[in-house]
């Protein structure tokens, strides 16, 4: 019996085929790509006119105010780790993205939701309050910027700044083409190298 081979014909739509769903594929992790970049930016753009309410509103930083949770109702008390009403937002961050427990960075988030000037935190993670979907977000003094991104300290004089943890290297590429000048070395936002596809930490002014 004499069998029957393709055609040049039905090669070519299958070739077709394939282009298109490789294309469509590309198309998609382009797209989630854009979302994730736009995410991050969202996060920062928050977190900065956050904190600049609450300090207008209570004159001292979230997570840096002196206050009891007596004087002031709804909002956590002061913290036990760091120096509260100088303007700096003490504590470390753990090599998973976690900040020290009872630390201003731990509380920050905390105070900022409290105060309804961020809609939501992760109430299950004490430590771990804001994350994108790679990882932990944290507000940390300059100095704890610097320790975790040595490049950061020729950044812009800032007392404080906002990290990022395990962002892949082409959104966080993307994030500083976006908001910044597109140099992860220079700039208002600064990280550290590439390293299997993810850049551990990603620290921009606050």
Known sequence: MKQRGFTLAELAIV?????LLIVAVIRGQSL???????????????????????????KYLPGDWPYSANEIQGIASGTTVGTNGD???D?????????????????LPLQLFQAGFIGKINSSEA????TTSFGPVQVV??????????????APNSQNAIVFFNLPCDLVVEVDGGMDDGSLTTGRAIGNACAIGRVDWYAITL
Request: proline share 0%; aromatic share 4%.
């Open 127 to 130: 430590q771990r309050r804001i």
């Open 15 to 19: 070739v077709t085929i394939i282009a």
């Open 91 to 107: 504590g470390t961050i753990d090599a998973t993205g976690a900040a020290q427990a009872g630390s201003e960075v731990a509380e």
């Open 32 to 58: 989630i790509g854009g979302a994730n970049a736009k995410n991050v930016m969202a996060i920062v753009s928050d977190i900065r006119t956050a904190t600049i309410s609450f300090k207008q509103r209570y």
């Open 141 to 154: 003094s300059r100095a704890t910027a610097v320790g975790l991104v040595a490049g950061f300290v020729n």
């Open 87 to 89: 303007g700096i937002i």
